[in-house]
């Protein structure tokens, strides 16, 4: 009896969520199992994170960690109250309700207006941050009105000398002002998660082969004109984020190739796993081994940055 693919993979799938709810205490269920986002995903072929994700109105909430918008949300008033509940907390931190989940504060940057925290054990930030647009609509109707009605008296259930009512408010002018909570992502995004950590060897020291305005842009041996090297794929925020392109190749001519030909080269990886490279104050932040199906590489081009077309140093060595 032999197996079709679909059928493999569907086995491996089972195999990998059984595991995994088993550890979480989960039971087998056909509402679990019906339910169950992991489940789905497993049998899309995509791996689990390395820890488990935020939850979004009780469900995993992958992209978050995977992707790169902003996400509109809902949160609530920042306490100390439930911290033993909030995944990766100590009891009295500071947490925040967003979504129905609760995330720790970890810098308060504006009373009400303004946090960046953290979920579980990613060594992750998120800016959460309330953002204030005007509502055309809404003025306009409250101006009609007190035109219609001058000796009207509008009042709404506010705090002394504030005026700021729930999720909206009224400036000096008579604007109604609507607001909303975005959460974002502060630094790289995280679809290194899915892949394995493993330890960089010590015997070898990187440092930059060239840098433009954002940075390092290759990375390689000290000291050598050939070797291990590494090409930046993205860049936020101070962290950058590279890829290994080999062991044995010859810098002059990749740094050429890095700064005339980058998709060429970005696109020529070979191979069914990619070393991933996180870096910050020429220093290795995280060193991860993904599947090279599951790396977004083609997300990845920077024709739409202003290089230089001949640097200063491109000539330097």
Same mark, same amino acid.
């Given at each position: 009896?032999?197996? #079709?693919?679909?059928?493999?993979?569907?086995?491996?799938?089972?195999?990998?969520?059984?595991?995994?709810?088993?550890?979480?205490?989960?039971?087998?269920?056909?509402?679990?199992?019906?339910?169950?986002?992991?489940?789905?995903?497993?049998?899309?072929?995509?791996?689990?994170?390395?820890?488990?994700?935020?939850?979004?109105?009780?469900?995993? =909430?992958?992209? $978050?960690?995977?992707?790169?918008?902003?996400?509109?949300?809902?949160?609530?008033?920042?306490?100390?109250?439930? /911290?033993?509940?909030?995944?990766? #907390?100590?009891?009295?931190?500071?947490?925040?309700?967003?979504?129905?989940?609760?995330?720790?504060?970890?810098?308060? $940057?504006?009373?009400?207006?303004?946090?960046? $925290?953290?979920?579980?054990?990613?060594?992750?930030?998120?800016?959460?941050?309330?953002?204030?647009?005007?509502?055309?609509?809404?003025?306009?109707?409250?101006?009609?009105?007190?035109?219609?009605?001058?000796?009207?008296?509008?009042?709404?259930?506010?705090?002394?000398?504030?005026?700021?009512?729930?999720?909206?408010?009224?400036?000096?002018?008579?604007?109604? =002002?609507? /607001?909303? =909570?975005?959460?974002?992502?502060?630094?790289?995004?995280?679809?290194?998660?899915?892949?394995?950590?493993?330890?960089?060897?010590?015997?070898?020291?990187?440092?930059?082969?060239?840098?433009?305005?954002?940075?390092?842009?290759?990375?390689?041996?000290?000291?050598?004109?050939?070797?291990?090297?590494?090409?930046?794929?993205?860049?936020?925020?101070?962290? /950058?984020?590279?890829?290994?392109?080999?062991?044995?190749?010859?810098?002059?001519?990749?740094?050429?190739?890095?700064?005339?030909?980058?998709?060429?080269?970005?696109?020529?990886?070979?191979?069914?796993?990619?070393? $991933?490279?996180? =870096?910050?104050?020429?220093?290795?932040?995280?060193?991860?081994?993904?599947?090279?199906?599951?790396?977004?590489?083609?997300?990845?081009?920077?024709?739409?940055?202003?290089?230089?077309?001949?640097?200063?140093?491109?000539?330097?060595?």
């Amino acid at each position: 009896m032999s197996f #079709s693919d679909r059928e493999k993979q569907l086995i491996r799938a089972a195999f990998a969520w059984g595991q995994i709810t088993h550890k979480e205490g989960f039971t087998l269920s056909d509402m679990e199992i019906e339910k169950s986002v992991l489940f789905r995903r497993l049998l899309a072929g995509r791996p689990p994170l390395a820890f488990p994700p935020p939850l979004r109105h009780g469900f995993p =909430w992958y992209e $978050v960690i995977e992707g790169r918008g902003e996400h509109v949300v809902n949160a609530s008033e920042a306490s100390p109250e439930c /911290s033993i509940i909030a995944p990766g #907390s100590k009891p009295g931190d500071t947490c925040i309700l967003i979504d129905g989940a609760f995330w720790r504060v970890v810098e308060t $940057v504006r009373e009400r207006e303004e946090y960046i $925290v953290e979920w579980g054990q990613y060594p992750i930030q998120w800016r959460l941050k309330k953002h204030w647009e005007v509502n055309y609509e809404m003025t306009q109707q409250l101006n009609n009105f007190r035109k219609d009605n001058p000796a009207a008296e509008l009042n709404f259930d506010n705090r002394p000398g504030q005026r700021e009512y729930s999720e909206f408010r009224i400036d000096d002018e008579q604007t109604v =002002w609507l /607001s909303e =909570w975005q959460l974002s992502r502060i630094g790289l995004p995280g679809w290194v998660w899915v892949g394995t950590p493993i330890a960089l060897d010590d015997g070898v020291q990187l440092s930059p082969l060239y840098q433009d305005q954002l940075g390092p842009l290759v990375i390689g041996e000290v000291d050598s004109k050939r070797g291990i090297a590494w090409l930046r794929i993205e860049q936020v925020d101070g962290e /950058s984020r590279f890829i290994k392109l080999g062991n044995q190749l010859d810098y002059q001519a990749l740094v050429a190739a890095a700064i005339t030909d980058f998709e060429t080269l970005l696109h020529g990886i070979e191979g069914e796993l990619l070393e $991933v490279l996180d =870096w910050r104050d020429g220093k290795p932040l995280r060193h991860y081994e993904v599947p090279i199906q599951l790396a977004p590489l083609e997300q990845f081009d920077l024709r739409g940055e202003n290089y230089d077309l001949v640097p200063d140093n491109a000539y330097a060595g």
